[in-house]
């Protein structure tokens, strides 16, 4: 597979922060705790680089966060636009955050894929990731 010549993988900045809400109400799958403009607002003043963004002539068509915390590498919020979907664009995000983590000195890469997310499985699968079947996630409000 090619990675779309036209694709331009970037940082999100302030700004950005309003159309990536509206592009996941779109693209992505299922909603997060965090899917707000103070969400969104937090993560980039806590990691500026954390939110990676691709853009084909202008336009948002995938995002991914690559978060790195000195300890974990943790993606979340894969999505790519469904008008763009099996062209690669998720295959050069996920690039993209390995290059950013690997610069870090990050280890390995944790993503929360939803057991009925088949096509997620295919893509990270395709990517390299593996499936592990001993964790559970533990979940608490605070
Ligand atoms: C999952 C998603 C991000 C994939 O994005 P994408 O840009 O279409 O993925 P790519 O084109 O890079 O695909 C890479 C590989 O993943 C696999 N893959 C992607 N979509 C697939 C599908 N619908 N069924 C099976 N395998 C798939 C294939 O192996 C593919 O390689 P190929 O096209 O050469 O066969 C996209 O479908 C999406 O945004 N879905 C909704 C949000 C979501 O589920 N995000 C993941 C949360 S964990």
Same mark, same amino acid.
């Given at each position: 597979?090619?990675?779309?010549? @036209?694709?331009?993988?970037?940082?999100? *900045?302030?700004?950005?922060?309003?159309? *990536?809400?509206?592009?996941?109400?779109? /693209?992505?799958?299922?909603?997060?705790?965090? @899917? @707000?403009? /103070? $969400?969104? $607002?937090?993560?980039? !003043?806590? @990691?500026?680089?954390?939110?990676?963004? /691709?853009?084909?002539? $202008?336009?948002?068509?995938?995002? *991914?966060?690559?978060?790195?915390?000195?300890?974990?590498?943790?993606?979340?919020?894969?999505? *790519?636009?469904? !008008?763009h979907r099996r062209q690669g664009i998720a295959t050069a995000l996920l690039a993209a955050m390995e290059d950013r983590f690997t610069a870090l000195g990050g280890r390995r890469v944790d993503a929360m894929v939803l057991e009925a997310n088949t096509r997620a499985h295919g893509t990270w699968g395709a990517a390299g990731y593996i499936r592990e079947d001993r964790w559970r996630r533990w979940v608490k409000p605070v």
């Open positions: 597979m090619s990675t779309p010549d @036209d694709l331009r993988i970037r940082h999100a *900045v302030p700004a950005d922060v309003a159309p *990536v809400l509206a592009f996941w109400r779109e /693209a992505a799958e299922g909603t997060s705790i965090s @899917d @707000d403009p /103070a $969400g969104v $607002g937090r993560l980039l !003043a806590r @990691d500026p680089e954390a939110l990676l963004l /691709a853009e084909r002539g $202008g336009t948002l068509v995938g995002t *991914v966060i690559a978060g790195f915390d000195g300890w974990r590498c943790s993606a979340y919020r894969l999505a *790519v636009h469904p !008008a």
